[in-house]
């Protein structure tokens, strides 16, 4: 993931020191986003590609983060799709009119135009490419089909998520056909933000550990594999390669699945012990994570122990470090700092010593 190809993490190759981002790491946490988003629509904000642009280079301005990522939202996707996805204060994303049952497929477009309807996120990776000034990779996202499908029937955030769930149990062949649906449309995005200049991607399932390894085997993993196989073989023939991230969350039980799904990097949550998932992954993927966001509360020493004994554990080499999850509103920016200068610092003593 450094621009320089000679060196890069994601493959597993040697750098100076372990390179580290935060997922939300353009976020709420910082007075100057705050500041920038005052007022304004959310979605609103994400349409606009000098808005996403001024974001996304925010963190940059304050720490030497390795990476930057585009300021956008999974749920663009499902508003590609024809639905109708709004931020409400206080509540989150909430979808008005949800899917029922499986006739409300039917409400969805078949075909997407994929550059007009997601335009403003390539316009976005390619304005924000050019600022960036080859300083960091720039990383392009989305939600996977199995989390974005369970938004799209709960409506909104979920502690169960039952009703999409009961769609897996009820109506697989609907579910199956909606996971299709997304997948198609996930890939030509990702294709998109490759071409407006995104240099790594990463696909977030988010819902992941709402399933069992059955359902997950069933419902996630397939698709997780057919979009890395889909954008890796049209990319192949442009004679591209972008490393990709898969980040499924709480699926402990997938990590060796995951290993083997044509990702360069698996993401891990803060639940999972960095040895044991070196052992599980057996030297196929680099890994990326994990230290619990929460850790960010501790005074800045503590931290630095946190961030040391991490980096024992998963060693320096095909290691990307990260939060196991992404920063929340009411996180002290200097704690961030902290936390990657103590990636940076122990890492460069760790590789000086090998």
């Known amino acids: 993931m450094e621009v320089n190809r000679s060196n890069d993490p994601a493959r597993g190759e040697e750098t100076e020191h372990v390179p580290v981002w935060c997922m939300r790491q353009a976020g709420r946490y910082l007075p100057e986003f705050r500041e920038s988003r005052a007022g304004k629509d959310f979605f609103e904000t994400c349409r606009s590609p000098e808005a996403c642009c001024e974001l996304t280079l925010q963190p940059l301005r304050r720490f030497p983060f390795d990476a930057a990522i585009i300021f956008s939202d999974i749920l663009v996707v499902p508003q590609a799709m024809g639905m109708d996805v709004q931020m409400v204060p206080g509540k989150g994303p909430t979808f008005p009119e949800p899917l029922k049952e499986p006739e409300d497929l039917q409400r969805l477009r078949v075909k997407v135009d994929v550059a007009k309807e997601l335009g403003y996120v390539f316009k976005a990776i390619t ?3 050019h600022k960036i000034e080859g300083k960091v990779p720039l990383i392009g996202f989305t939600g996977a089909p199995w989390t974005l499908m369970s938004y799209m029937i709960e409506g909104g955030g979920s502690n169960t998520h039952s009703k999409a769930k009961r769609w897996l149990y009820r109506h697989p062949e609907a579910s199956h056909m909606l996971l299709r649906m997304l997948t198609d449309v996930i890939v030509e995005y990702l294709l998109g933000q490759v071409a ?4 790594a991607l990463q696909v977030f399932e988010s819902h992941a550990g709402i399933l069992g390894p059955v359902e997950f085997k069933e419902f996630s993993l397939p698709y997780l594999r057919d979009i890395a196989r889909r954008v890796k073989d049209k990319l192949k023939e442009a004679g591209q390669d972008v490393p990709m991230i898969a980040f499924a969350k709480d699926a402990h039980y997938g990590l060796e699945d995951l290993s083997q799904s044509h990702y360069e990097v698996v993401g891990l949550d803060w639940t999972i012990d960095p040895r044991s998932a070196r052992e599980r992954t057996g030297g196929k993927v680099s890994l990326q994570g994990n230290m619990d966001p929460c850790a960010l509360y501790a005074p800045k020493e503590r931290i630095s122990d946190i961030v040391k004994k991490m ?22 920016p200097e704690n961030v700092g902290a936390f990657v200068e103590a990636v940076h610092q122990h890492s460069k003593q760790m590789i000086k010593q090998m």
């Not at 407006?196 to 240099?199: D, H, I, R, V």
């Not at 196991?324 to 509103?329: D, K, M, N, T």
């Open 127 to 129: 304005l924000t490419r």
């Open 311 to 332: 980096l024992e554990g998963f060693g320096t080499r095909g290691y990307i470090a990260n939060l196991g999850h992404g920063l929340y509103p009411d996180m002290d």
């Open 196 to 199: 407006a200049g995104a240099q």
